[in-house]
């Protein structure tokens, strides 16, 4: 007999989360590590809701049921396939009739079934409650190339709790920041990414994350989490420019020179016709130490004036000639001794 299980049991059930809404929905936002086990294609999802609409129920179960026939037996497969132990989770958007008759096919097919009452729907409200729970917050801030996302993968291997909102998001956070990346999750898959870890994250210890504004790239930062970030105390690193140059070229270094040169096009209007040209004259000859100081000039500029706007005091620590880990440890040293968290570091 298949089970009903609200999301905390349901999360820390076993077997794979078949995801059985279709494609288009799991594309949108979906339980992290789903798999898209569609009842429906987009095309046949939306002939039945039409039916539905026009001619009733009755009509779009049966429709439903001329459209699923065929492919009854493939389900069956694929999922024996993805669950050797025969267990598995199944959902949907509320906890409808796509949820119970891919649940009832496969109990039936001799496989382990639990459901998730209420569907997605319910995950999502999860996600909600999540995010707002409350944890101690350290921001990383400082300037463009100071390198604070390797501080904090750093700051990882030590042990450390950290919520790498760049790397959920597959984006740095500027107008390079798609470069040699995979694409960016909807808004929505990235708020569940987000929670997904936030769950895992407990309440006695830090969690640093870097500062970032609302937006990483296509992905907005959860309300929840920037109201957190925005309350929480914050530290700015700082290094001398010619490591921030040396730092930029390491990252980018690689990345296609026209994408390069389009991704310091598109900064035309913030940093000036005359000096986008000479910053992208640099790009086409390889001199992109070069290209990137004139850059920074830009993104230095904005970093103070929302220092500035925020009104707000913040400590720095210098951590030049540091290499990432020693930077960590010594970020982290600062932090406890300023009285920062509670718990020992």
């Known amino acids: 007999m298949t089970q009903l299980l609200?999301?905390?049991?349901?999360?820390?059930?076993?077997?794979?989360?078949?995801?059985?809404?279709?494609?288009?929905?799991?594309?949108?936002?979906?339980?992290?590590?789903?798999?898209?086990?569609?009842?429906?294609?987009?095309?046949?999802?939306?002939?039945?809701?039409?039916?539905?609409?026009q001619q009733g129920k009755e009509t779009a179960i049966e429709l439903g049921l001329e459209l699923v026939g065929p492919k009854m037996a493939g389900l069956?497969?694929?999922?024996?396939?993805?669950?050797?132990?025969?267990?598995?989770?199944?959902?949907?958007?509320?906890?409808?009739?796509?949820?119970?008759?891919?649940?009832?096919?496969?109990?039936?097919?001799?496989?382990?079934?639990?459901?998730?009452?209420?569907g997605y729907k319910s995950f999502r409200q999860w996600v909600r409650s999540t995010l707002a729970t409350h944890r101690q917050v350290v921001v990383v801030g400082g300037m463009t190339g100071t390198g604070k996302t390797d501080i904090l993968h750093a700051l990882?291997?030590?042990?450390?709790?950290?919520?790498?909102?760049?790397?959920l998001a597959n984006h740095r956070g500027s107008s390079y920041g798609a470069l040699m990346l995979p694409p960016q999750p909807s808004t929505e898959q990235y708020e569940n990414l987000i929670a997904e870890q936030w769950l895992e994250f407990g309440p006695q210890r830090p969690v640093w994350i870097e500062a970032e504004s609302f937006r990483v790239g296509t992905c907005r930062v959860p309300s929840e989490t920037m109201a957190q970030m925005e309350s929480a105390h914050t530290v700015e690193v700082i290094r001398s420019e010619s490591e921030r140059l040396d730092i930029l070229v390491d990252v980018y270094g690689q990345a296609n020179p026209d994408e390069l040169v389009a991704a310091t096009q598109?900064?035309?209007?913030?940093?000036?016709?005359?000096?986008?040209?000479?910053?992208v004259q640099h790009i086409?000859?390889?001199?992109?130490?070069?290209?990137?100081?004139?850059?920074?000039?830009?993104?230095?500029?904005?970093?103070?004036?929302?220092l500035d706007r925020r009104g707000k005091q913040i400590p720095t620590v210098d951590v030049s000639e540091m290499s990432a880990l020693q930077a960590a440890k010594f970020l982290r040293c600062q932090v406890s001794q300023w009285g920062w968290i509670t718990a020992d570091l």
């Open 284 to 306: 086409k000859r390889g001199e992109l130490a070069a290209a990137a100081a004139i850059i920074l000039t830009y993104y230095d500029r904005t970093y103070r004036h929302d």
């Open 6 to 53: 609200p999301i905390d049991d349901f999360w820390q059930a076993h077997g794979p989360i078949l995801d059985v809404r279709s494609p288009g929905e799991y594309a949108q936002g979906h339980l992290p590590d789903a798999v898209s086990f569609p009842l429906f294609s987009d095309d046949e999802r939306a002939q039945v809701g039409t039916c539905y609409k």
């Open 156 to 167: 990882r291997q030590l042990g450390e709790q950290v919520l790498d909102l760049e790397g």
């Open 266 to 279: 598109r900064l035309e209007k913030r940093l000036g016709g005359l000096r986008t040209q000479e910053a």
């Open 76 to 118: 069956v497969k694929q999922a024996k396939v993805l669950a050797p132990d025969r267990r598995v989770r199944v959902h949907c958007w509320r906890g409808g009739m796509r949820r119970g008759a891919v649940g009832w096919l496969l109990e039936t097919s001799g496989l382990e079934v639990k459901l998730l009452a209420g």
